[in-house]
């Protein structure tokens, strides 16, 4: 029992990271219906560009530095939803009235360009980089599980930025805009929205949200790789088709769900199943729910 | 901003390509041509450049490098300069039998490469049909040589030592329950089985019904240390790779599972052994021990030798950084293939592979020689301990 208590703390952590890859991915989808599949690599591009900048002001290799990975963060935030707001803009904007399978190819060619450009950038290359800050092991026990300080911060700090984003999206004009060119993008032109910004917005917050976990992950794990994209990109769309693409909830809930039924999986069954099951639960859900938990009507043009 | 900086990757892409083929050339059609001008001997070197194995797979590449300009200095084999064709095998099955496929067709008299045994295992059957010696400087998976056949050897002696050894410096400890975990590649489950088997036979205990496999891509071992508590483990032996291994230590350390606050011992295997462990693992990294062929802990920070002194400044002058604890391996095993083919006065690859059979020298890595089925003879083990930072022999060595 109290493995499984475990287990289930050790998923929402693990989810953390998924919910906010995965919000990305939804937020794009659910505004062009397009599957960004060079979302994972917004994440790998800012998990180095924050190396960088961490190993230029860091003050030796020491543990915690909370402030500097701070404004790192925030800096690092930015950046991201910067080089995403790029991608659209010189990438899928020019691409708008192609159908929606090239878009998805042009991803697919994207991703390509970001994880080979990181391999060939003077610095960076393609071996494991180690990160200048790691999270310092302190921290409390809960049930016979020792979870750290970093653990439970990241957790807040990646509830707070999914709230945020909620919040954006539901409750304010930006976000009704956003919701008015998710329904009828001509309509919305109609009423004077003006869609290219909203979509160039939509792209840099999906970038900044990870760029926020690259930083997380950085500084936690403590080393990164051009290739990290690929699998938190997996597991992050996974998680957003769980919970229903599209639905900003839906992302949260869709990532909380599958750290939690990876780690179950692992401590019942094995970490060789860990994938298996999660997966499982994946096909199970999409044959009884085909939208997901929260989604609402999709599911068609894929 | 951004916008040039994709022109800039891509100009720099082209750049890098550009002077990679340029070193490669220069370095075994330069000197070498003013000693004879006969045909080049074209040794194919497949080693991971790319992924999460490439630091391994470039300083192994380097030292053969090396090994080969120092040959070519001195009049190449019989007269023909070495000529080092690498491939990048991505540590990877697929794009490793590409790799072999494209030096075959390219005629390569022998292939002297291979660091991940799963990248190396699929290219055993093509390089046999070409009947070319296979000299593999660091896969040592145990499976590697019991597919019979007679082209292939390792300079880096097989896997099975390393679970042997982890199992004596279990029972050593007094250990009785223990928790084993490979990344599910060739090499890490093979070894992983080995020991299960050897710490079985001693008497003691795999827990958790087995030996646990964990992707290669995966980061976030929570789920697993989990697993460790409720198993009450009081040894732990990981049998993948050194970045999976730097970030199973911290996680270990942050649950006081291992370290000041910990009970139990972490034990790599010799894929695990490098700098970027320790550096990635940091304080976690102490008191953290590991497995791997006395001749190979020689290398980098422990037990140098005069001649591996001069080796790393060597190395050290050529590339602008250290050499790995494989990088002598490489230098062997060129080493190895060019005294096999003076000893037999011939080039010709049936020729080598019967030179290689029954050579004997002295390398960088010790007493090289091989068995019928291609294995480095007289293999000892050494076990490691990370103290300050730093791989130190653990005393007292357990005894097998």
């Known amino acids: 029992m109290s493995l499984l208590l475990n287990e289930i703390g050790n998923g929402i952590f693990l989810g953390a990271f998924f919910g906010l890859v995965a919000l990305g991915y939804s937020m794009v989808y659910g505004i062009l219906r397009l599957i960004n599949f060079a979302h994972g690599d917004f994440y790998m591009v800012a998990a180095f560009v924050s190396y960088t900048i961490l190993g230029a002001v860091a003050v030796g290799n020491s543990h915690g530095q909370w402030l500097t990975v701070l404004w790192v963060g925030v800096v690092v935030m930015v950046i991201t939803g910067g080089l995403a707001m790029l991608a659209n803009q010189l990438v899928y904007r020019p691409m708008r009235r192609a159908a929606i399978l090239s878009l998805m190819i042009a991803a697919i060619g994207l991703s390509q360009v970001l994880e080979n450009g990181v391999l060939v950038t003077p610095q960076w290359g393609a071996t494991y980089l180690v990160f200048p800050v790691t999270t310092p092991p302190s921290g409390f026990n809960l049930g016979s599980n020792h979870y750290t300080w970093a653990q439970l911060i990241i957790v807040l700090v990646s509830g707070l930025l999914a709230l945020g984003v909620y919040f954006l999206v539901g409750r304010t004009l930006l976000g009704k805009a956003m919701r008015a060119v998710s329904e009828d993008r001509i309509a919305a032109v109609l009423m004077g929205i003006n869609v290219d910004l909203v979509i160039a917005i939509v792209f840099f917050i999906g970038g900044a949200l990870a760029g926020a976990a690259a930083v997380m992950t950085g500084v936690y794990y403590g080393q990164i790789n051009y290739l990290m994209g690929f699998t938190v990109g997996l597991e992050a769309f996974t998680a957003a088709v769980l919970g229903g693409i599209g639905n900003i909830g839906g992302a949260v809930l869709g990532g909380l769900i599958l750290g939690i039924v990876q780690s179950i999986g692992t401590g019942i069954f094995g970490a060789e199943w860990a994938i298996v099951v999660a997966f499982g639960a994946l096909v199970l859900m999409l044959w009884f729910r085909p939208t997901g938990l929260l989604g609402e009507r999709v599911a068609r043009r894929m | 901003m951004i916008k040039t900086n994709f022109k800039a990757r891509v100009l720099t892409s082209g750049l890098l390509v550009a002077t990679m083929l340029t070193v490669v050339a220069g370095a075994a059609s330069g000197p070498a041509s003013a000693a004879k001008k006969l045909s080049p001997y074209l040794v194919g070197v497949p080693m991971p450049m790319t992924g999460a194995e490439a630091q391994a797979g470039t300083q192994i590449f380097n030292a053969e490098l090396m090994a080969a300009q120092q040959v070519n200095k001195h009049g190449g084999v019989l007269g023909h300069p070495i000529k080092l064709l690498e491939q990048d095998d991505a540590c990877d099955a697929g794009t490793a039998v590409n790799a072999a496929n494209k030096l075959v067709s390219e005629n390569v008299q022998a292939i002297v490469g291979g660091y991940c045994s799963g990248a190396t295992l699929p290219v055993e059957p093509i390089i046999a049909r070409a009947g070319i010696p296979y000299v593999m400087p660091a896969?040592?998976?145990?499976?590697?040589?019991?597919?019979?056949?007679?082209?292939?050897?390792?300079?880096?002696?097989?896997?099975?030592?390393?679970?042997?050894?982890?199992?004596?410096?279990?029972?050593?400890?007094?250990?009785?329950?223990?928790?084993?975990?490979?990344?599910?590649?060739?090499?890490?489950?093979?070894?992983?089985?080995?020991?299960?088997?050897?710490?079985?036979?001693?008497?003691?205990?795999?827990?958790?019904?087995?030996?646990?496999?964990?992707?290669?891509?995966?980061?976030?071992?929570?789920?697993?240390?989990?697993?460790?508590?409720?198993?009450?483990?009081?040894?732990?032996?990981?049998?993948?790779?050194?970045?999976?291994?730097?970030?199973?230590?911290?996680?270990?350390?942050?649950?006081?599972?291992?370290?000041?606050?910990?009970?139990?011992?972490?034990?790599?295997?010799?894929?695990?052994?490098?700098?970027?462990?320790?550096?990635?693992?940091?304080?976690?990294?102490?008191?953290?021990?590991?497995?791997?062929?006395?001749?190979?802990?020689?290398?980098?920070?422990?037990?140098?030798?005069?001649?591996?002194?001069?080796?790393?400044?060597?190395?050290?002058?050529?590339?602008?950084?250290?050499?790995?604890?494989?990088?002598?391996?490489?230098?062997d095993a060129i080493t190895a293939l060019v005294l096999a083919a003076r000893h037999v006065h011939s080039i010709k690859p049936a020729r080598v592979i019967a030179g290689l059979r029954t050579l004997h020298f002295n390398g960088l890595t010790g007493k090289v020689s091989f068995d019928k089925t291609g294995n480095r003879l007289g293999a000892v083990m050494d076990l490691l301990e990370v103290v300050n930072g730093q791989y130190t022999l653990a005393k007292p060595q357990p005894k097998l």
Not at chain 2, 234 to 259: C, D, K, M, R
Not at chain 2, 282 to 297: D, F, M, P, R, V
């Open chain 2, 139 to 331: 896969a040592n998976s145990p499976e590697l040589t019991t597919g019979g056949y007679k082209n292939v050897f390792l300079i880096d002696p097989s896997g099975s030592g390393d679970g042997a050894e982890a199992a004596a410096f279990f029972k050593q400890q007094g250990i009785k329950k223990v928790f084993i975990i490979d990344d599910q590649s060739s090499f890490g489950v093979a070894i992983a089985n080995a020991a299960a088997q050897d710490i079985t036979k001693d008497g003691g205990t795999v827990v958790a019904g087995g030996v646990q496999s964990i992707p290669a891509t995966s980061n976030d071992f929570s789920a697993v240390i989990s697993q460790i508590k409720s198993s009450g483990a009081t040894g732990i032996y990981w049998s993948g790779y050194f970045s999976q291994a730097a970030q199973f230590a911290t996680q270990l350390n942050a649950a006081n599972v291992i370290g000041p606050n910990g009970t139990a011992k972490f034990v790599v295997a010799d894929g695990s052994v490098d700098a970027t462990y320790i550096s990635g693992a940091g304080q976690a990294a102490n008191g953290t021990y590991a497995t791997i062929a006395a001749l190979a802990s020689g290398v980098g920070n422990v037990l140098n030798s005069r001649a591996d002194h001069l080796f790393n400044a060597a190395y050290h002058k050529q590339f602008k950084s250290a050499p790995g604890p494989y990088s002598t391996f490489g230098y």
